[in-house]
């Protein structure tokens, strides 16, 4: 494979271009590292197989070019994080729209597959739990910038929809609940890494509002080889595929895992959404997928427990030099 992944140097794409690297393959990582680091490439930057570019996928042009080197892309880029879409939206919109549509067209013009990195937010409010890829969106006001993510990653997904169906580009959406592990930071809102750098720094974990929220939290390592089976799979094209874990926990009990396992004093500290995100934040009660078409399609099945994921961002932060602050 000669795969482009852009965002290769943020906490998904670079663990992705290792993968990949280890598995024969060339990689060429775009990446303008608005939220990304050369740090996550660290492991690799001496590959000969691997070519970093620095520059964005707002760039029309230069994903053009790119694109004409490949056969496969992987398109990761895109802001993210809850603080990231509260205090830059209109540039997250453009981001999450606009580079999409330059991958998309780049991707057809020279016949390239693609997967299209989507996200769990699609569902919004939707509590169902096993939430289903045809099951409906709940979102609030798009006048809120809580749901312009959402927003953004929907236009995305019909987009990709319509080049296959009207223009027959292999192209496969990957839906992913929140994803976590070792390089990803906490500098945008990401709860994992928040809580385990302030236990480490002996401050009070946040807990943003009753804590009862549920997520399901799904090893990175577990992620990225099923993001290339997917790609892999021309029954997966045109259609969206969920990716993550089912493992079910509220964040007042993460909070006290990560207590547990660092064997912090650190206690919580309860706050509302205003204080800790902003005003006009609505938060998601439970966010819980159904991965049973991932598993027909390519037999995914993540392996990595809550606990394996805490301790090996534990072990990560606990590095000197890592243990930052979280804001
Ligand atoms: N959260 C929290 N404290 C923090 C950061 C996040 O309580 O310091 C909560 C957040 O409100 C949400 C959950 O943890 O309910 C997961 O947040 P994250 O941003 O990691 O992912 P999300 O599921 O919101 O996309």
Known sequence: MKALITGGAGFIGSHLAEYLLAGGHDVIALDNLATGSLDNLSAVSDHPRLRYISGSVLDEDLVDTLA????????????VGSFVIRDRT?????TNIHGTEHVLAAA????????IASSSEIYGKNTKIGLREDDDRVIGSPLLHRWSYS???AVDESLTRAYVTELDLRAVIVRLFNTVGPRQSGRYGMVIPRFVTQALAGEPLTVFGTGEQVRCFCHVLDVVPALVALVEHPEAYGTAVNVGSSEQVSIRELADRVLALTGSASGIVQMSYEEGIGPGYEDLQRRVPDCSRAHELIGFRPTRTLDDILRSVIAERSRPGLATAVS
């Open 90 to 94: 209109l540039a997250s919109l453009r």
């Open 68 to 79: 004409s080197q490949v056969d496969t892309i992987f398109h990761l880029a895109a802001a």
């Open 151 to 153: 927003e953004a990653k």
């Open 108 to 115: 057809h013009r020279h016949q390239v597959r693609v997967l």
